[in-house]
């Protein structure tokens, strides 16, 4: 009997150390790296620390740039902690407004119309209780990603582009891909369209290239969700990850991806000549763009039509939205001091080997004024 | 397979085969041939056949599953950092760093999980077998079987509508414990109640006898009792719950830091951190990050069921 009571006890040990765990964990707050619960405290480099965490969601074209910037500030500031999660721009616009996330990414600015009843910009200041502004802090030149055997190098302008992720086009040696690539040896493998399933700003901004720059062959809405042909797969990492793994597959994804997964990109010609994708080519769009925002509100409209020697069209500038002033002001500094890291010039420049832009210089200015009217 | 006492000789309408015997089989089935009964050696072997074909079949998911897993994922397991590091400032194409934050914060989770439905369901298992009569006790079982059929992304989702909708609160490790208690109870409510049955009435009956009073009984004999029973299923509603995924994609979103707080802020978990990582799988550290990950959260499910049998062992009660 005595045994058995020894081991009931043994028993009742083991099956509560698992439950135990967990409260005995808590208060052992020595562990290395347990950012979350260390008192305040400014490490050397970045001028301003905070100690806590931080709430960010949304736009996935973003993430291998906001990873980066975390990863500089963390770096830094061993006492502060930002989570992003990548779930895209609309997910990100509804987190936000239902103040579950600090802030949030997206690859366009909030809506001022309504859409499905709802006016984002107006949901966002209610969410706020101040203005929401819309923070340009990345340019994500968007790739058209190709995998055909044999086929290093492509050119396409909008129209035939238009035509392809329409279904119009479907074998890659069509005399209209013919005409912009001679030369060019094009197998008569047939065209498979990878397209974002979810709903992506990657799919609003490229639509309203498509939109724009070949309004007769492009004839949907723009939007966050896909209007054209195509198989549906999700995040930017679905659509690259599909296409490298099929033989015909082209899709539209940010140029970081493209460079992960080693896709080849097309040029295309604007009517100026082919134009190779680059954070030099597409900075010249994003410098055009003008501002639909008023003050401190930087929301840009792209000229995607633009006919400029040397612009690749297809851009997308990723916005961080966020309070002017945040109801619980503690907040609002974290957001403050991650965002100023954020945009300085040598976060920024570090995003080149990512795959994204620098802001041009004049927006840039701008975004640093805003960030330090955030309180 | 005893069908030896059953209906003997060819009486159900089937014709006895008069094929004389040799020429093919072993020596065994021969015998059996020259019996009248053959036919039904000859079902015997079907039978056995198709289940050793059944069973090879069902085999086949599971050793596929576990060697792509443990290919994949064990190198992983050995790297200098997997069990004291965590993914902070590890971006998704860089190697290196740990999972201890998402094993933890995966024991954390379900440990509490477990805090809170173990005493719910065995007490409503005690209710049901002990106590409960007539209509409230059928209404409890019938909505512990609804219950024990609730998708967990349903459970999920009524949990952000209580917290987040209706309380306003954030998301938080503990929604997503809340939720994965909706999935644990009618588990262990239903495997308790199993064991509470098989404790024979004469040890209550012998208890009474003694002038023990029922509460005392059911606590010191009939629990006592069926003890290693109920570990057993606290265990599969454990195991159960660690790898759910739905729930959390909706409570409780994933962070790379140690976190130990379950009220406020991100996660970590294993399933989620395998989620993140499946976002990038063609870069090959994030693919062996989430291999490893599905490994070790494998592992973890194994050693608790492995702790579970132990238990049980060591507390079965002596003949």
Redesign the interface.
């Given at each position: 009997m005595s045994v058995?009571r020894i081991?009931?006890l043994?028993?009742i040990a083991?099956?509560g150390a698992?439950?135990?765990?967990?409260?005995a964990?808590?208060n052992n707050g020595a562990?290395?790296?347990?950012?979350?619960?260390g008192a305040g405290g400014t490490s050397a480099g970045a001028g301003d620390c905070f100690s806590g965490?931080l709430?960010a969601?949304g736009s996935?074209a973003q993430?291998?740039a906001i990873?980066?910037a975390?990863?500089a500030y963390?770096?830094a500031c061993a006492d502060a902690?930002i989570?992003y999660?990548?779930t895209g721009s609309g997910a990100g616009i509804k987190q936000f407004i239902?103040?579950?996330v600090d802030f949030a990414g997206s690859d366009s600015s909030l809506k001022t119309k309504p859409k499905d009843g709802v006016i984002e910009s107006d949901a966002a200041k209610q969410a706020c209780g101040s203005e929401a502004w819309n923070l340009p802090m990345v340019t994500g030149p968007i790739a058209i990603a190709y995998n055909v055997k044999g086929v290093d190098k492509l050119v396409l302008n909008a129209e035939v582009a238009a035509k392809i992720f329409d279904g119009k086009i479907t074998t890659w040696n069509d005399p209209a891909i013919a005409a912009l690539n001679k030369g060019v040896t094009l197998p008569s493998t047939p065209i498979k369209v990878f397209f974002r399933s979810d709903e992506s700003g990657t799919t609003e901004n490229f639509t309203k290239y498509l939109k724009a720059a070949a309004p007769g062959a492009w004839s949907y809405e723009t939007g966050k969700k896909w209007t054209g042909k195509g198989e549906g797969k999700?995040?930017s990492?679905?659509v690259?990850?599909a296409t490298?793994g099929q033989d015909g597959g082209i899709t539209y994804v940010e140029l970081s991806y493209a460079q992960?997964?080693q896709l080849p990109m097309a040029q295309i010609d604007t009517g100026a000549g082919p134009v190779e994708l680059t954070a030099e080519s597409a900075g010249k769009t994003v410098a055009t763009a003008e501002q639909t925002g008023t003050g401190n509100d930087l929301a840009l409209k792209i000229d995607y039509a633009t006919k400029e020697a040397g612009a690749y069209p297809i851009v997308l500038v990723t916005y961080e939205i966020v309070c002017s002033k945040y109801a619980d002001a503690e907040t609002g500094k974290k957001v403050k001091a991650f965002l100023k890291s954020f945009a300085s010039d040598e976060t920024q420049k570090g995003l080149e080997a990512k795959g994204y832009a620098p802001l041009p210089a004049e927006v840039a200015a701008k975004v640093k004024t805003a960030v330090d009217a955030i309180s | 397979m005893s069908t030896v006492t059953e209906s003997r000789g060819p009486a159900d309408g089937v014709t006895p085969d008069t094929t004389p015997p040799g020429g093919k089989g072993g020596r065994d089935v021969l015998r059996e041939m020259d019996n009248p009964h053959r036919v039904r050696a000859v079902k015997d072997v079907v039978a056995k056949v198709v289940m050793w074909f059944a069973f090879a079949l069902a085999m086949i998911p599971l050793v596929w599953i576990l060697t792509t897993v443990v290919a994949k994922g064990v190198h992983m397991l050995g790297s200098a950092t997997w069990w004291t590091g965590n993914q902070r400032n590890i971006n998704s194409d860089d190697f290196g760093g740990g999972a201890r934050h998402a094993i933890e914060g995966t024991l954390e989770m379900v440990g509490m999980t477990t805090l809170i439905a173990v005493p719910i369901g065995i007490m409503t298992a005690v209710y049901l077998v002990e106590y409960g009569r007539g209509g409230l006790a059928r209404a409890i079982s019938f909505m512990v079987d609804i219950l024990s059929g609730i998708p967990s992304i349903v459970a999920g989702l009524f949990i952000y509508a209580v917290v987040v909708t209706t309380f306003g609160l954030r998301q938080s490790g503990f929604a997503a414990s809340l939720a994965l208690v909706l999935l644990m109870i009618p588990v262990i409510v239903r495997s308790t109640e199993e064991m509470l049955k098989l404790v024979p009435n004469e040890l209550r009956e012998a208890s009474y006898a003694l002038g023990v009073p029922k509460w005392v009984t059911v606590v010191k004999v009939v629990l006592r009792t069926a003890f290693s029973g109920i570990i057993t299923g606290v265990l599969l509603g454990v195991a159960r719950v660690m790898g759910e995924t739905a729930p959390l994609l909706i409570l409780a979103p994933y962070t790379k830091n140690f976190q130990r707080d379950l009220f406020n802020g991100n996660f970590p978990t294993l399933p989620m951190m395998i989620n993140q990582d499946r976002g990038d799988l063609a870069l090959p550290a994030a693919a062996e990050r989430m291999w490893g990950a599905a490994l070790t959260l494998i592992l973890l499910v194994l050693l608790l069921n492995v702790i579970g049998r132990v238990v049980a062992h060591f507390n079965a009660v002596k003949k």
């Open positions: 058995s081991s009931a043994a028993a083991l099956s698992l439950a135990l765990s967990a409260c964990s808590e562990q290395p790296g347990a950012g979350s619960t965490d709430k969601e996935s993430k291998n990873d980066e975390i990863k963390q770096t902690t989570d999660q990548p239902a103040k579950q999700e995040k990492a679905g690259a990850t490298k992960q997964n | -």
